[in-house]
């Protein structure tokens, strides 16, 4: 018999699976890691397929060295979706099957720990007689007397009865008394997480009208939905129930959150109503940790998984439920080679294993819901919160009017009081503040007016020191000098945005002096356990303000918090994103959905110097529908996705020079490439070749091409080549192509 084997190496003349025979006394299936001879070398490999016929001349037919596991690493279902992901995202089958392994399992750098166990290699009437022949009832009598019943266990656990009992133990095994070896054990992760109870909670209407849709399904072949609720709505009680009717009908469950650090009350009430069934997969394992919990999985004793992203390719058997919360987040899609849409994998793969999908948001991405309404997603919504536990009201603040009347600073005259009444009447609050550090837009304080590219909606950028200070549009690469009186209104208060989260604790501590706030940004946050010191700070109740930028916005249940405010909200609409409305309402609702939680129901402050901007509206009004509306709208008007693709070559390198003679080079090729294709050509909107809004970017200098196309087949042909021209490479630069990419910054 013979296999086919795909190498370990990612390169283009390596893509395709090479034949080895298999050796007379091997066993080996489909999905099994291998180690094969390769040129002078030995490397690893994956079985993709056992055959009988050989297509390699028999002088050249090499043997499979020997198999690195017993058992099939990759099952048939990863394999078969990591060769759909190699086909769409045009790279090779090596890549995608990297994807689908623990990293640390590659090359052998993590071995399976063992631990050293004794047990009785004779009959108990055997280690009697040999008990009552030993008179000197040493360490050996006392060792014997435990192992005499011929149970397994670990020298470990014989040393807290018999102190170092290494000696005895070699001596009773060189008798033949006992037998010693090496056992496998896993690394479990300590449950740092507490127990907790099912709370038993009686359903709200729409938790059950929700369940009744979901349940039938995961009984039969599965299905897709997307499941709108409101901050506070209870989404979390419906995927407990689901999960737990998953697995009681045998099957298994994934819980994909966008980031495990900020979802630690998710975790423990998952690790507490499922016990050791749950796997939690973070970025604080070890890499020994994290390969036993893969084997974990892979041997079906973990049966729940929660995770990141990565989690999707978690090798569960029986798939009866992948729930995706907060499906909006923009980490679900990586942006590294090779780049995938975690909810694209996990609708693919419920597919073809007969799981349901659940998409859950509270502000669905643009994209889930026009599916839905098209009908690929069946839509379930609950619009109320738990115990009818009103929406928490929402103040827009007119910023102009506050420079009007003398307010300088960053903090309105309502939002000051509003933050004192709320630490008087002993309650929290939570302060949102745009992330800071990008090049920043150009806005009148006088009347709100935003430079804006004629051509392209979007807010166009200034770039400090860069190209003379021009503003500059990054879709189009159109130009204007920046205005020094406001053309709206003639003002001469022109402002380029940039203040952040530190500025704001500057303003709290001066106005309440003695209050603790706690910050949380990414300088704050750098640490390994940045974020659950400072959350835990907030929770404890010790710091009384929590001050951060968006990633405070993200499922976060805090009870005490009755104050939000969003200090700067144009700063989040008017980054240079065709997305940047989207954001700006998912991040308000997101944000205004952390106060009232509890007993106290919660108010919400949003400052702006557009307080008519619709977005700022919607928001206010948390109506989800009219957003959606106008922004589909929008979109299709100003030829944005989904109506069409955009899809960006990005250059890097540490060499300035370098970077812009790739970005030269490129753009030579991609326009012969399209003369040659007229057909590919018609369907291109804009091309340009452009310095990224971030230019400089973890000490690389960045350029790129932006491509915005129809959608069709004719560009996923035109977007499959600049992948692969992307692959090649170039001389001192890295290159790659990216569709839809979540920045375009
Ligand atoms: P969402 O994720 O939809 O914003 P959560 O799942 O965080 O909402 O639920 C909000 C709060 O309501 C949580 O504290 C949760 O424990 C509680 N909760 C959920 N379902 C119920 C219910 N049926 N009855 C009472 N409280 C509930
Ligand atoms: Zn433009």
Same mark, same amino acid.
């Given at each position: 018999m013979y296999c086919r084997v795909i190498v370990d190496i990612v390169h283009e003349n390596v893509a395709k699976p090479f034949t080895y025979l298999i050796p007379e006394s091997m066993e080996l299936c489909a999905g099994q890691r291998v180690a094969v001879p390769f040129g002078r070398r030995e490397k690893e490999g994956v079985v993709v397929e056992i055959t009988d016929e050989c297509d390699v001349p028999a002088e050249k037919l090499r043997e499979v060295i020997r198999p690195l596991e017993d058992y099939a690493a990759i099952p048939p279902e990863l394999m078969a979706l990591a060769e759909e992901m190699a086909v769409k995202a045009h790279c090779p089958l090596a890549e995608t099957l990297r994807?689908?392994? *623990? +990293?640390?399992m590659r090359g052998g750098r993590v071995h399976v720990k063992t631990v050293r166990v004794a047990q009785a290699a004779v009959s108990e009437e055997e280690i009697r007689t040999a008990l009552a022949a030993d008179? =000197?009832? $040493?360490k050996r009598a006392a060792l014997l007397e435990i192992l005499a019943d011929g149970k397994k266990r670990t020298v470990h656990e014989l040393a807290e009865s018999v102190r170092d009992p290494q000696e005895a133990l070699k001596k009773l095994a060189q008798d033949g008394l006992i037998r010693l070896g090496d056992e496998e054990t896993l =690394?479990? *992760? !300590? $449950?740092a997480f507490a127990e907790t109870e099912d709370p038993g909670y009686e359903l709200t209407a729409g938790q059950q009208e929700a369940l009744e849709e979901i349940l039938p399904c995961l009984t039969g072949k599965g299905g897709r939905f997307l499941l709108h609720g409101v901050t506070g709505s209870g989404k979390t009680e419906v995927f407990m129930k689901a999960v737990r009717e998953t697995l009681s009908l045998g099957k298994c469950a994934i819980i994909l959150v966008p980031e495990i650090a900020l979802t630690p009350q998710m975790v423990s009430w998952f690790r507490g109503r499922f016990g050791p069934v749950a796997a939690v997969i973070h970025s604080r394992l070890s890499p020994g940790e994290r390969y036993d919990e893969w084997r974990r999985i892979r041997r079906g004793e973990a049966r729940v998984v929660i995770g +990141? =992203?990565? +989690? #999707?390719?978690? *090798? #569960? !058997?029986?798939? $009866?439920l992948i729930v995706v919360d907060e499906e909006h987040e923009s980490t679900y899609l990586n942006d590294r080679h090779p780049r995938y849409d975690t909810r694209d994998v996990a609708a693919s793969r419920c597919a073809r294993e007969n799981g349901t999908l659940i998409l859950a948001s509270a502000t669905p991405s643009i994209l889930s819901f026009a599916r839905a309404r098209r009908g690929d997603y069946t839509l379930l919504e609950m619009p109320k919160r738990v115990n009818d536990r009103p929406l928490p009201e929402v103040e827009v603040i007119d910023m102009r009017q506050e420079l009007e009347n003398g307010n300088r600073t960053v903090l309105s005259n309502a939002l000051r009081r509003a933050l004192k009444d709320c630490i008087d009447a002993g309650e929290q609050a939570i302060l949102l503040m745009n992330r800071r550090g990008y090049n920043s837009f150009v806005s009148c304080r006088t009347c709100g007016y935003v430079v804006k590219c004629p051509n392209c909606d979007i807010s166009m950028t200034y770039h400090l020191g860069g190209s003379d200070g021009k503003l500059r549009c990054h879709y189009c690469g159109t130009e204007a000098a920046p205005p020094t009186v406001c053309p709206e209104c003639g003002g001469r208060y022109i402002r380029y945005f940039g203040a952040g989260t530190q500025k704001v604790e500057e303003e709290v501590a001066k106005m309440l002096p003695g209050v603790v706030c706690a910050r949380m940004d990414y300088d704050t946050t750098g640490t390994k356990d940045g974020h659950g010191k400072i959350l835990e700070e907030f929770r404890s109740g010790r710091a009384r303000i929590l001050i951060g930028t968006q990633m405070i916005a993200k499922g976060l249940d805090f009870p005490q918090v009755t104050l939000v405010g969003v200090v700067a909200a144009d700063m989040a609409l008017n980054l240079p994103d065709y997305r940047s409305r989207e954001r700006a309402f998912q991040l308000f609702t997101q944000v205004a959905g952390r106060a009232g939680r509890g007993q106290q129901s919660g108010r919400v402050i949003i400052q702006t110097y557009l307080p008519n901007d619709p977005v700022i509206g919607f928001a206010s009004r948390q109506d989800y529908r009219a957003f959606f509306e106008s922004e589909f709208r929008r979109r299709r008007n100003r030829l944005y996705p989904p109506f069409t693709v955009l899809g960006r070559l990005l250059i890097e390198s540490s060499r300035e020079e370098a970077a812009v003679r790739a970005a030269e080079e490129l753009d030579g090729k991609v326009r012969a490439l399209t003369a040659q294709h007229p057909d590919w050509q018609k369907k291109i909107l804009t091309m340009l070749k452009d310095i990224p809004s971030v230019k400089f970017l973890k000490a690389k200098h960045r350029r790129h091409i932006v491509i915005k196309a129809l959608v069709g087949p004719e560009t996923d042909a035109f977007f499959g080549a600049l992948t692969e021209m992307a692959g090649e490479g170039t001389d001192g630069a890295e290159v790659t192509f990216e569709v839809n990419p979540a920045t375009m910054m």
């Open positions: 994807l689908m392994l *623990p +990293a640390q008179r =000197r009832k $040493g =690394r479990t *992760p !300590e $449950g +990141a =992203r990565s +989690a #999707v390719f978690s *090798p #569960v !058997e029986k798939l $009866g």
